[in-house]
T-cell receptor
């Protein structure tokens, strides 16, 4: 199946700093991507999505960037807060729309 | 309820025992997914339903795994003759629409299965 992976398994940032979490995907035909946040003991929570006809999409304190040339996705979190501490996954949606392929995840720790 | 619920939240089974995990999706949601999440890993797709139809079960790891959604709402994931490698968190998710990744996927809290 498709391969979705993350460059950094762990990331520690100071409260108030910006965070950048990266993700690489292998299927150049994929055209829809989602970032999820998963806190301990909970299911993943949708953060933001992006389609391949876009390079950038902004939400509240979050921005997703898509570079189709190098098949790279990133999530930027502005003014990181302690509540942002969690594991972040990128997911790639199959062409059929039936399967969501998740990466391994990056654990973000915000230091107060 | 407002979200996806799963029961039980925790299940301990002896090797060889059968288990049944329940998922209550958000009312009216057409699409339902099951995932298996091993410790420290991302969720792995198991199967997908659109209403009562199981459109994709390619992720089920063996014929010991069986899922159903007979009335297009509640779904059950059954694992027969559980093995230690089945220990994981089983996540259920639902989407309002059907078809290609339509809409936001809402996850339940998961069922943590431990096989001794």
């Amino acid at each position: 199946g498709e391969s979705v992976g993350l460059h950094l398994p762990t990331l520690s940032v100071q409260e108030g700093d910006n965070s950048i979490i990266n993700c690489a995907y292998s299927n150049s035909a994929s055209d829809y991507f989602i970032w999820y946040k998963q806190e301990s003991g909970k299911g993943p929570q949708f953060i933001i999505d992006i389609r391949s006809n876009m390079d950038k999409r902004q939400g509240q304190r979050v921005t997703v960037l898509l570079n189709k040339t190098v098949k790279h996705l990133s999530l930027q979190i502005a003014a990181t807060q302690p509540g942002d501490s969690a594991v972040y996954f990128c997911a790639e949606i199959s062409n059929t729309g039936n399967q969501f392929y998740f990466g391994t995840g990056t654990s973000l720790t915000v230091i107060p | 309820g407002a979200g996806v619920s799963q029961s039980p939240r925790y299940k301990v089974a002896k090797r060889g025992q059968d288990v049944a995990l329940r998922c209550d999706p958000i009312s009216g949601h057409v699409s339902l997914f099951w995932y298996q999440q091993a410790l420290g890993q991302g969720p792995e797709f198991l199967t997908y339903f659109q209403n009562e139809a199981q459109l994709d079960k390619s992720g089920l790891p063996s014929d010991r795994f069986f899922a159903e959604r007979p009335e297009g709402s509640v779904s059950t994931l059954k694992i027969q003759r559980t093995q230690q490698e089945d220990s994981a968190v089983y996540l259920c998710a639902s989407i309002r629409g059907g078809g290609r990744g339509m809409g936001e996927q809402f996850f339940g809290p998961g069922t943590r299965l431990t096989v001794l």
